[in-house]
T-cell receptor
Framework: DTAVSQTPKYLVTQMGNDKSIKCEQN?????MYWYKQDSKKFLKIMFS???????INETVPNRFSPKSPDKAHLNLHINSLELGDSAVYFC??????????????FGPGTRLLVL | TQLLEQSPQFLSIQEGENLTVYCNSS?????LQWYRQEPGEGPVLLVT?????EVKKLKRLTFQFGDARKDSSLHITAAQPGDTGLYLC???????????FGKGTLLTVNP
């Protein structure tokens, strides 16, 4: 019973291409997130959605566009991929209360390599 | 911008030794969480501390939140090879309790 799932697990593509990463959670959570983990393992939040509404949008190039078709899904579309986009992208979800004690549940990550 | 400094960045010890990982900031956080990440997987929450001075124990792991809620420590007693992994601290702050992560401590426990 996978709680937070991401597809694909690995993504190798050429510079300039457009790609999407999909995320689904079956925990009944209202809040979902996208994080980027660089080669030095630094994990940084990119976006957060609460019940399909964008609530956190960090300083991310507008080539990155999240889309939430429903509260169980948060997809990430990346246009015109660049070498620096190579990283591991994690999706996460949490309950909607947004309190400081909320646990975030992470997916297994998507390893993106831009050549 | 809230920043969390974790130290040490790398730690390699022998089975049975004790260790402490530190997480420091100049900012006050509503809570501080510790995650453990294994290779090829996402981070998994170990504990959340909310109250200044709070101490929580999870088997051989002891977590402490500083009195001023700016720093935290993770102490592992009698480390085992199964403790090997990347330990991440994350502070929750702001109106939406956004998590700010430290850069992690990569722990290797050798048998």
């Amino acid at each position: 019973d996978t709680a937070v799932s991401q597809t694909p697990k690995y993504l190798v593509t050429q510079m300039g291409n457009d790609k999407s990463i999909k995320c689904e959670q079956n925990l009944g959570h209202d809040t979902m997130y996208w994080y980027k983990q660089d080669s030095k393992k630094f994990l940084k939040i990119m976006f957060s959605y609460n019940n399909k509404e964008l609530i956190i949008n960090e300083t991310v190039p507008n080539r990155f566009s999240p889309k939430s078709p429903d509260k169980a899904h948060l997809n990430l579309h990346i246009n015109s991929l660049e070498l620096g986009d190579s990283a591991v992208y994690f999706c996460a979800s949490s309950r909607p209360s947004g309190g400081p004690q909320e646990t975030q549940y992470f997916g297994p990550g998507t390893r993106l390599l831009v050549l | 911008t809230q920043l969390l400094e974790q130290s040490p960045q790398f730690l390699s010890i022998q089975e049975g030794e004790n260790l402490t990982v530190y997480c420091n900031s100049s900012s006050v956080f509503s809570s501080l969480q510790w995650y453990r990440q294994e290779p090829g997987e996402g981070p998994v929450l170990l504990v959340t501390v909310v109250t200044g001075g709070e101490v929580k124990k999870l088997k051989r792991l002891t977590f402490q939140f500083g009195d001023a809620r700016k720093d935290s420590s993770l102490h592992i007693t009698a480390a085992q090879p199964g403790d090997t992994g990347l330990y991440l601290c994350a502070g929750a702050g702001g109106s939406n309790y956004k998590l700010t992560f430290g850069k992690g401590t990569l722990l290797t426990v050798n048998p």
